[in-house]
């Protein structure tokens, strides 16, 4: 390996790609050291294979991070926009699905292609299947021992990525370089992820697993509406990957099962149209039949219409508004999307990624304590903050 290089970058993922086609793009020498056989990997299985690159209605509220402020100046110097420019330039067909999100048409593994071609272009070289194994501050910057012989370069750009699915390449790398370096580490966890259930909540719910419904989910003062899905383990789909970034085990996280709906009045109304139907007739015209059935079987009194007062059927719309969803855990970085916590934003400029304590040394994407919603954001952060990083390097 060459050893003359102004920047190297650890991780070849969105945003040391990212990083390293802006570095290169101002004519310098940049090296990305990937230690798996191949780069991009969770952009290649992102979006089911479409890679749902951004999203168009990005701002610093989809962000979680102990500083809320400091996405903004990345966010704001390098948009949605800006990167869909780039996906335009190189031909690349993509829609909306919802919300803003935006997929390719055909395959993420045209963004990959999209990112190697622009760091050629620039002569922004990348080393697949090799592993950094120790890093040393010198006098004329950095110097990294890897598998493959030793580099050094005056700048170091940290961008490992989160814990979360380790198959994938995931290492807790960048976390312990940040350590080294004296700055510290928030607690991390999974996020986006499925939640589980145990005990009686799971065994009454894993019969219906693949039943999926509308609900709004809430917690923490957050609510996310849109589907549910009912797992072998416990619950999944959009609105649970979204509330569970917000959610940590005894926490109250509660589902409205009929979130466009005002439930006191449809129940009148049902009582008053059909006053000899039970209960999970009614119920199962407004939710999946099976599991209509299973909460009238276990939690809600089934019986005629007619024969419930007024108090009963508040107490039912409560109910189904207000469900308590009693959670044991996650399914932890194994099938989580993201990391939440990472590099303390504190020691870092918001502005170029820069350590405040290590001149020469950034960190991007995901290694940081900036962790984004479902739906395109968390790929906007890596293309963001990759950005501030390569231009500032
Ligand atoms: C299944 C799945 C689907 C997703 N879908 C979407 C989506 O559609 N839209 C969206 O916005 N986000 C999505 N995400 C989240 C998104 O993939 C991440 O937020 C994003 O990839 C983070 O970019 P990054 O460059 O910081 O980290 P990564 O993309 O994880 O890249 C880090 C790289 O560093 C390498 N690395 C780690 N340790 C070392 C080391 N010691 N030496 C050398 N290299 C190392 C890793 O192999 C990896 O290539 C998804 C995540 C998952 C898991």
Request: hydrophobic share 40%; aromatic share 6%; net charge neutral.
């Amino acid at each position: 390996m060459s050893h003359s290089h102004d920047v190297l970058v650890i991780g070849g993922g969105a945003a040391g790609l990212m990083c390293a086609l802006t570095a290169g793009q101002r004519g310098l020498r940049v090296l990305v050291v990937e230690h798996a056989n191949r780069v991009g990997k969770k952009i290649l299985m992102s979006g089911g294979g479409r890679c749902n690159f951004t999203n168009t209605g990005t701002t610093p509220a989809n962000y979680l991070s102990a500083n809320p402020h400091f996405c903004k100046s990345a966010l704001a110097r390098y948009t949605p926009l800006d990167f869909i420019q780039m996906v335009e330039r190189h031909g690349i067909a993509y829609h909306e699905k919802e919300l803003g999100q935006l997929f390719c048409d055909d395959s993420s593994k045209q963004i990959v292609k999209m990112l190697l071609d622009e760091c050629e272009a620039v002569g922004a070289r990348i080393e697949t299947g090799c592993s950094v194994e120790h890093v040393q501050r010198t006098d004329e910057g950095f110097r990294l021992r890897t598998t493959r012989g030793s580099l050094s370069a005056p700048s170091l750009v940290v961008a490992c990525g989160g814990l979360s699915i380790p198959s994938m390449g995931a290492s807790g790398f960048g976390y312990e370089l940040a350590r080294q370096f004296g700055h510290a580490v928030l607690p991390t966890r999974a996020g986006l992820v499925p939640l589980t259930l145990t005990g009686k909540h799971q065994e009454h719910l894993q019969d219906l697993s693949g039943v999926a419904l509308p609900v709004e989910a809430t917690c923490n003062g957050r609510s996310f509406r849109n589907f549910m899905l009912i797992t072998h383990r416990g619950v999944s789909g959009p609105s649970i990957l979204q509330i569970s970034s917000y959610w940590q085990p005894g926490d109250d996280l509660r589902l409205d099962l009929l979130p466009d709906s005002d439930a006191l009045r449809l129940l009148r109304e049902q009582q008053a149209s059909r006053p000899a139907a039970e209960l999970k007739t009614v119920l199962s015209d407004l939710l999946p039949r099976r599991f209509a059935q299973r909460l009238c079987e276990l939690w809600l009194p089934n019986k005629p219409m007619k024969q419930f007062n007024e108090p009963q059927l508040r107490e039912i719309a409560t109910q189904l508004q207000s469900w308590p969803l009693i959670a044991s855990g996650t399914e932890g970085y194994r099938t989580a999307e993201v990391t939440l916590g990472g590099v303390d934003t504190d020691e870092l400029s918001s502005s170029t990624m820069q350590s405040k304590k290590v001149p020469g040394l950034y960190f991007i994407g995901e290694v940081v304590d900036v962790t984004g919603w479902l739906g395109g954001y968390n790929f906007q952060w890596a293309w963001a903050s990759g950005h501030a990083a390569g231009n500032a390097v």
